[in-house]
C-alpha cells in the first residue's frame, strides 16, 4: 500500500513565477491538507481539501491556491512567487470515515526560489 | 503561526540515555500529537494524547499532558542513534485533525 506521494521532490523558480505541486494521498484517504515548513521552523497549515472543496485555511494569502480531483489527489497552485515561498511543501491525507485524528505526510516538495 | 513553543531547541545525548522534550501551547485543544522528522522530510506520527488524558506510553515513549498548564513532555527512554531527529508537537482543537497547529521543535542528536 502506497503511503502519501508528491512531485516533484525539488523545484528550483524564479520570482514572480508560478508553480503547482502534487499529492496524491493515501490510499483510503479522502482529505489533503497542505503545509508549508520553512527552515528550522515547524510546519504551517496552509489549507485542506475535501470532497473537492477548501474546508479550512489557514493565514496564508490568495497567491496561495489548491485544488482536489475526484480521485482525492491534489493540487497547491503558488503564484507570484517571493523569495520567502521558499520552503519544504508537505502534503498530508487523513483516513476516509470514522475518527480522524493523526495526518499522514508525505515526503514534501522542497522549493526554491531565486 | 506557531501554537507554541518546545524546548529546548536542541537536545544531544548519548546512546541509552533518556531523552524529554517539552512543549507549550496557547489555547484549549482536543487532543495533542508528536510527530518525529528525520533529516527535514515527512513527518511520521508517534503517539496521541487526549485533552481529558494525562498520561500514555507506547514503546519507549511516554508523554504527559497538563491542560491546566497548556504543556505537554515526551520521553523517549533507553534512546538509540535511529532516534535522531526532530521532534513537534501539534495540538489539533477540535478533534477532526482538520487544521494541526505544530510547535517549533526539538532537535534531538543521539550519538554512540
Known amino acids: 500500500d502506497a503511503g502519501v506521494t508528491q512531485s516533484p521532490t525539488h523545484l528550483i523558480k524564479t520570482r514572480g513565477q508560478q508553480v503547482t505541486l502534487r499529492c496524491s494521498p493515501k490510499s483510503g484517504h479522502d482529505t489533503v491538507s497542505w503545509y508549508q515548513q520553512a527552515l528550522g521552523q515547524g510546519p504551517q497549515f496552509i489549507f485542506q481539501?475535501?470532497?473537492?472543496?477548501?474546508?479550512q485555511r489557514g493565514n496564508f494569502p490568495d497567491r496561495f491556491s489548491g485544488h482536489q480531483f475526484p480521485n482525492y489527489s491534489s493540487e497547491l497552485n503558488v503564484n507570484a512567487l517571493l523569495l520567502g515561498d521558499s520552503a519544504l511543501y508537505l502534503c498530508a491525507s487523513t483516513p476516509g470515515g470514522g475518527p480522524r485524528y493523526e495526518q499522514y505526510f508525505g515526503p514534501g516538495t522542497r522549493l526554491t526560489v531565486t | 503561526s506557531q501554537q507554541g513553543e518546545e524546548d529546548p531547541q536542541a537536545l544531544s545525548i548519548q546512546e541509552g540515555e533518556n531523552a524529554t522534550m517539552n512543549c507549550s501551547y496557547k489555547?484549549?485543544?482536543?487532543?495533542l500529537q508528536w510527530y518525529r522528522q528525520n533529516s527535514g522530510r515527512g513527518l511520521v506520527h508517534l503517539i496521541l494524547i487526549r485533552s481529558n488524558e494525562r498520561e500514555k506510553h507506547s514503546g519507549r515513549l511516554r508523554v504527559t499532558l497538563d491542560t491546566s498548564k497548556k504543556s505537554s513532555s515526551l520521553l523517549i527512554t533507553a534512546s538509540r542513534a535511529a532516534d535522531t531527529a526532530s521532534y513537534f508537537c501539534?495540538?489539533?482543537?477540535?478533534?477532526?485533525?482538520?487544521?494541526?497547529?505544530f510547535g517549533t521543535g526539538t532537535r534531538l542528536q543521539v550519538t554512540l
Open positions: 481539501y475535501y470532497e473537492e472543496e477548501e474546508r
Open positions: 501539534a495540538t489539533d482543537v477540535d478533534g477532526t485533525a482538520s487544521k494541526l497547529t
Open positions: 489555547t484549549s485543544i482536543n487532543n
